[in-house]
């Protein structure tokens, strides 16, 4: 069995800076947190619980801080309120929000000082979302076309000469702002668009695209519960032509698409080596402990077949 990596697959730049922060602050005494879990990866979020660091929710109430313990902020970043109420119960913060995440909460914040009502486009519960949403006082954040067209409208009835901008969350699909930005200019012809969609989203997808051209069969390494894992099974099932479960195997007319959260998952159809050249990619939150134990059985269960 040849088995084929994408060309960019697993951790983006900003989880990667991420997860090393929390090692190298759990690498010392100190007790070590996490601003609700780091990363949406069952295996990775285990491997910290090993390493001592511990979750904190956002929304619990925070314990008083012991001697020097340390909280890590997630790639997706807090609100300010969050950042504040951490500090004043004694812990150290160690900032891992991603650099491009941070570049949007400061835009956010400087428009909104400015007077600039800031929409928000994505999901109105993720992470990032909630904490940009933070530093835009007012800010409306709108999921859907629809919805843009709708909280336009409501705030031009309002205030009709309102000046207007619109930010990503980082991680949306390029055609889906579009279609947001399309709805808003219908209400607000001059809104200020900004591209804050990082290109680690974008890069792993079309990847994955050339991939499935490449092999027989895709396997898709991540958290069920990673949304950016999703999306990889959902390009690849467009790909591959795929009819049924994504997750179900290799039922369906194409080539079949898996989602694997570990090595234990792997169907047996690609154990007993079914498939000639396999494709593997995996989500932004994916370690690479993971990718690399997957690729290690597709290739021994080939030898073996
Ligand atoms: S997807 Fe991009 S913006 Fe989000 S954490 Fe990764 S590198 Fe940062």
Same mark, same amino acid.
């Given at each position: ?19 090393? +922060?929390?090692?190298?602050?759990? /690498? ?125 409208? +409501? ?11 619109? +930010? ?94 570990? /090595? ?18 995996? &989500? ?6 993971? +990718? ?9 269960? &080939?030898?073996?077949?």
């Amino acid at each position: 069995m040849n088995v084929i990596r994408a060309s960019a697959l697993g951790y983006c730049a900003g989880v990667r800076r991420a997860v090393d +922060i929390a090692l190298r602050e759990a /690498a010392a005494p100190q007790k070590v947190y996490t601003a609700g879990p780091l990363i949406h990866n069952p295996v990775a979020l285990e491997t910290l619980k090993m390493r001592g660091i511990e979750i904190l929710e956002e929304d619990a109430d925070a314990p008083r801080a012991a001697q020097g313990a340390v909280v890590v902020i997630r790639a997706h970043g807090v609100t300010p309120r969050t950042d504040s109420r951490l500090r004043d119960r004694g812990f150290r913060i160690a900032d891992a929000s991603c650099p491009k995440v941070k570049r949007s909460q400061t835009l956010a914040r400087k428009l909104s000082e400015a007077g600039v009502r800031v929409f928000l486009a994505g999901e109105k519960r993720h992470a990032e979302i909630v904490g940009i949403q933070g530093y835009a006082s007012g800010g409306i954040v709108v999921e859907s076309a629809h919805d843009a067209l709708e909280g336009a409208r +409501i705030l031009f009835a309002e205030y009709p000469a309102a000046e207007t901008a619109v +930010i990503a969350q980082t991680t949306l699909a390029a055609e889906d702002y579009a279609a947001i930005c399309g709805a808003l200019q219908m209400v607000f012809p001059r809104i200020t668009i900004y591209n804050t969609i990082c290109s680690a989203t974008r890069e792993r997808q079309n990847a994955l695209r050339a991939l499935c051209e490449k092999v027989d069969a895709i396997i898709i390494a991540g958290g069920r519960n990673s949304a950016n894992t999703q999306r990889l099974v959902a390009v690849a099932r467009a790909a591959c032509s795929m009819s049924g479960e994504a997750t179900g195997g290799a039922a369906g007319a194409g080539k079949p698409v898996v989602l694997v959260e570990n /090595a234990r998952e792997m169907p047996e159809a690609f154990l007993r080596g079914a498939y000639a050249a396999v494709g593997l990619s995996a &989500g932004a939150s994916t370690p690479d402990e993971v +990718i690399d134990e997957i690729e290690r059985t597709l290739l021994s269960s &080939g030898d073996a077949g």
